[in-house]
């Protein structure tokens, strides 16, 4: 059954695998990392991100490369977590700051 499951799944283009590729090669975002994206790509790297967002979240590139997937996501979810929680501090410091003001 698990093979069958396999063989449903839709397979990575070559293009996909290529950016799991170059994201195992390039763990750091720097702008050596933003030029070769442009040059490798031909794509902005608001594109690039944009398409790696989608691309982790398919079964398939999990399949793939289960290591630099899980690194993404792990870092993706650790940036929304940090953004959650500066949304609920300046939450606080407004209400806090609303009730000094009364």
Do not use: C
């Amino acid at each position: 059954m698990e093979a069958a499951q396999r063989s449903a799944a839709p397979e990575l283009t070559s293009f996909e695998r290529e950016v799991l590729a170059f994201e195992a090669a390039h763990p750091r975002h720097s702008s050596a990392k933003e030029d070769a994206i442009r040059r490798r790509f031909n794509r902005s790297v608001a594109q690039y991100y944009q398409i790696l967002a989608t691309l982790i979240e398919a079964p398939a590139a999990l399949a793939h490369d289960p290591l630099v997937v899980a690194r993404l996501r792990r870092v993706r979810d650790a940036r929304a977590a940090e953004r959650d929680e500066r949304r609920a501090q300046r939450r606080s410091s407004a209400a806090s700051g609303r009730t000094k003001a009364r």
